[in-house]
């Protein structure tokens, strides 16, 4: 996570991750990370128009997509999303994502929330790194591939 955290960054968030975040960050200042995460300016996206107190904290307003591609537009540090499942799947549909940080945790934990959920768009993805932890999580980082390669397990 150091390494993630070590350049400079904004950080660009659902609604329902920002409010998690800002119920443990700012009053967790001793915790490693937390000077990183407050320091950071929150892009926050939101249906609704919310009182944002997570100092350097601002809404996205109007279309997410629209907000999110003029900021990746501007000469900004790199923008990252952190959980945020379902804006996930509005920067996947409109293809905003240019680097994937996948992080698998020896876990099964049944049903759950999935981050490739129904709807998402296929698309290729290529392995640029990847390392395990000394707990057994993968952690891989991938860019996009374009479509899908498909092949065959038929002989010729």
């Known amino acids: 996570m150091g ?3 070590s350049t400079p960054f904004d950080l660009v968030l659902g609604r329902k991750t920002y409010d998690i975040f800002a119920a443990h960050w700012p009053h967790a200042p001793e915790e490693e990370g937390a000077k990183t ?13 919310p009182t944002l107190e997570w100092k350097n904290s ?12 003029a900021l990746k537009e501007e000469d900004g540090p790199e923008l990252q999303v952190h959980g945020s499942g379902n804006l996930i799947q509005t920067l996947l549909r409109h293809n905003l994502v240019d680097l994937y940080h996948l992080w698998v945790f020896p876990l099964v934990v049944g049903s759950g929330k999935r981050l490739f959920a ?6 290729g993805l290529q392995l640029v790194d990847s390392q395990v932890s000394t707990t057994g999580v993968v952690m891989g980082t991938y ?10 397990f038929a002989l010729e």
């Open 37 to 49: 995460f407050n320091d950071a300016r929150k892009h926050v996206a939101s249906r609704s128009h």
């Open 143 to 152: 860019e996009p591939a374009g479509e899908i390669v498909t092949g065959s």
């Open 58 to 69: 601002i809404l996205i307003v109007g279309d997410a997509a629209n907000g999110i591609a």
């Open 118 to 123: 129904d709807g998402t768009i296929p698309a």
């Open 3 to 5: 390494e993630t955290l």
